[in-house]
């Protein structure tokens, strides 16, 4: 099961919205899945609490690598979200622009 929820966005494309328990899962299922490895490792080669300690902060840091990752995507659709509010507000603009003013003159030195 993915942690992202995908919805349409206005043009079209899919956007993923995060799921706060999957972020949970990531972190708590890292540190047992791996501490666990660890903890299976430690009775395999004899040793005691070796390797659990190390899986768990492994799984830990998994988990962590998987949520900033997962935060990351959605910091860029926000972004990208915002460049369209704002290239379609210009847009408006321009054309009551035009509207008002009449179209620009094509020899304007201000325009290149």
């Known amino acids: 099961m993915s942690s992202t929820h995908k919805t349409k966005t206005p043009t079209g494309k899919p956007e993923k919205k995060v799921d706060p328990q999957a972020i949970t899962g990531y972190l708590l299922g890292g540190m047992?899945?791996?501490?666990?490895?660890?903890?299976?490792?430690?009775?395999?080669?004899?040793?005691?609490?070796?390797?659990?300690?190390?899986?768990?902060?492994?799984?830990?840091?998994?988990?962590?690598?998987?949520?900033?990752?997962q935060v990351a995507v959605l910091e860029r659709q926000e972004r990208e979200a915002?460049?369209?509010k704002r290239?379609?507000?210009?847009?408006?603009?321009?054309?009551?622009?035009?509207?008002?003013?009449?179209?620009?003159?094509?020899?304007d030195p201000h325009d290149r």
Do not use: C, M
Request: cysteine-free; proline content about 3%; glycine content about 12%.
């Open 32 to 69: 047992v899945l791996y501490g666990g490895l660890g903890w299976l490792i430690d009775k395999w080669a004899g040793t005691s609490n070796v390797f659990a300690p190390i899986g768990v902060i492994f799984g830990l840091a998994a988990g962590l690598y998987l949520t900033f990752r």
């Open 82 to 84: 915002l460049i369209r």
């Open 87 to 107: 290239r379609a507000l210009a847009d408006t603009v321009d054309t009551e622009d035009e509207r008002t003013h009449g179209p620009q003159d094509q020899n």
